[in-house]
């Protein structure tokens, strides 16, 4: 799940302010590692009151009356489609597309907002141990859909993390803070869901509404050829009529306190709703793309462990291989030079670069030395103006694909392995374990330890996967 269209509607200065230098990346990886540790859960709380602190200086468009918040619901779901239907007419008309100007872009947006999709409904994992409260059996709905209810091929985390597999995008490059500020919030407010329940609930109001930048995402992967699963099923999960969106109205509802101040509890309703205006969003994201500036930082890694690996035989522009690498900073210099000589040629075909020979398909001398990502970066600086396929061209007057049934639409029925008669030493044995371990505790004590494995750290494992399954049949 993206955040919400009301990201698009802060500035990129805005965003990272509230973020000093590595904080939110500490309290993420925090979270993830150690999240019962004392350190851990007192600095993510600090974290989160600090940004708390800063969402409360930002406009807020909900509604005061809580009775009006379906309606609000309805109109930004009728608006959003209004905005999709224009985009898509004007891609009829030509333009080109609006998002990614190539396939190397989309695959590193793809990366860039890895830290939030990998921890995709951590926010609701606090509201777990409230399982017997029917106030939160949304919510808790909410977060089990999220996991998938268990099964590999639905659960979000899963399904993202093969995406960047499938994509040679899992190896992820240093990232600014900015990048990890949702991510670390939805953490903070998941293990601290006590202290700032209505905080929470405002939160998911605003992540669950069905934003534009998500539908035109998944057009333009589509078009780009990299799956675009992961997005449609946010798209129809998070449906107003009855999906995510819906229910995330209701919980506002249905927790709206009998007796006492409701008015206060609103109040920090909206400020849970802001927090989704903090840190980059999608479009911060999208245009902060610079091919040639990637395709270097890319060389620059590399550059380190290669600079040892190559032959004296051929020298480009009086170095040779090793000397260019040798040094940081070259790598802008050393492509120049192997244009100058014609080992790249841009804007044309890539087969035709005696550069791009070298590294691509299966005789090539430096095959495996990039990984799929890696070859599209280059590949795509390479080709700039030569438009010989959709995935290297800005589609301007193209038609666009029709959504692609997907290749493993069979893994969707996908079942964790049996774990009934298993033998000892069989690689299930954890699960056989864990489900003998789980029938001798009482009904508190086993629902506890179903939660424990169904945090955001644990609950795409083979074990988190069938506590999953275990906890979806037990709430009924």
């Known amino acids: 799940m993206l955040t919400p269209d009301t990201l698009q509607r802060v500035t990129p200065s805005s965003r990272t302010e509230t973020a000093d230098s590595g904080r939110a990346r500490r309290v993420y990886q925090a979270l993830l590692e150690?999240?019962?540790s004392a350190n851990s859960l007192s600095e993510s709380r600090d974290f989160l009151e600090e940004q708390l602190q800063a969402a409360s200086r930002l406009p807020c468009e909900l509604p005061s009356q809580p009775e009006a918040m379906v309606e609000w619901m309805e109109r930004q779901v009728l608006a959003t489609g209004d905005r999709y239907a224009a985009y898509l007419e004007s891609r009829k008309a030509g333009q080109p597309r609006r998002y990614f100007s190539c396939k190397a872009h989309a695959l590193a947006f793809l990366q860039r907002?890895?830290?939030?999709k990998l921890v995709d409904g951590a926010w609701l994992y606090g509201v777990l141990d409230k399982w017997n409260d029917s106030r939160f059996y949304g919510l808790i709905r909410t977060y089990l859909e999220e996991l998938g209810d268990g099964v590999p091929a639905q659960n979000h985390v899963v399904l993202y993390q093969r995406l960047l597999a499938e994509q040679g995008c899992e190896t992820l490059p240093e990232f600014s803070d900015g990048h990890y500020l949702q991510g670390a919030m939805q953490l903070a407010l998941g293990y601290h869901a006590d202290a700032f329940l209505?905080?929470?609930?405002?939160?998911?109001?605003?992540?669950?509404?069905?934003?534009?930048h998500l539908l035109i995402t998944a057009f333009e992967l589509n078009e780009l050829d990299i799956d675009p699963y992961y997005f449609t099923l946010h798209v129809t999960i998070d449906n107003a009529a009855t999906g995510h969106a819906r229910k995330a109205v209701q919980a506002v509802l249905d927790s709206m306190p009998a007796v006492g101040d409701s008015k206060a509890f609103l109040k920090r309703v909206a400020n849970g709703y802001r927090l989704n205006d903090l840190g980059l969003g999608t479009v911060d994201v999208i245009e902060a793309f610079d091919l040639e500036s990637e395709l270097i930082d890319m060389f620059e890694r590399k550059r380190v462990f290669g600079q040892q690996m190559h032959s004296d035989f051929c020298r480009i522009g009086g170095r040779t291989v090793n000397e260019w690498l040798s040094r940081p900073g070259d790598i802008p210099d050393f492509l120049a030079a192997l244009e100058q000589r014609g080992w790249i040629k841009r804007h044309e075909d890539p087969a035709n670069s005696r550069f791009w020979q070298l590294v691509?398909?299966?005789?090539?001398?430096?095959?495996?030395?990039?990984?799929h990502f890696e070859k599209q970066l280059l590949r795509d600086w390479i080709a700039g103006d030569w438009f010989g396929d959709a995935g290297s061209s800005a589609a301007a007057g193209g038609r666009s694909?029709?959504?692609?049934?997907?290749?493993r639409r069979r893994a969707v029925s996908e079942e964790l392995p049996s774990v009934q008669g298993q033998k000892a030493g069989d690689v299930d044995q954890e699960l056989v374990e864990l489900q003998r371990t789980l029938r001798d505790l009482p009904t508190e004590a086993r629902m506890q330890r179903l939660i424990e494995?169904?945090?955001p750290a644990s609950h795409s494992t083979a074990a988190g996967l069938l506590a999953t399954r275990l906890f979806t049949t037990a709430l009924g």
Do not use: H, W
Not at 361 to 371: I, L, R, T
Not at 401 to 407: E, G, L, Q, T, Y
């Open 34 to 36: 150690e999240p019962s």
């Open 453 to 455: 494995l169904m945090a």
């Open 401 to 407: 694909k029709a959504f692609r049934p997907r290749a």
């Open 113 to 116: 907002v890895a830290p939030t």
């Open 198 to 212: 209505p905080e929470l609930i405002g939160y998911n109001l605003g992540y669950e509404q069905l934003p534009l």
């Open 360 to 371: 691509d398909g299966p005789d090539a001398q430096m095959f495996g030395v990039f990984s």
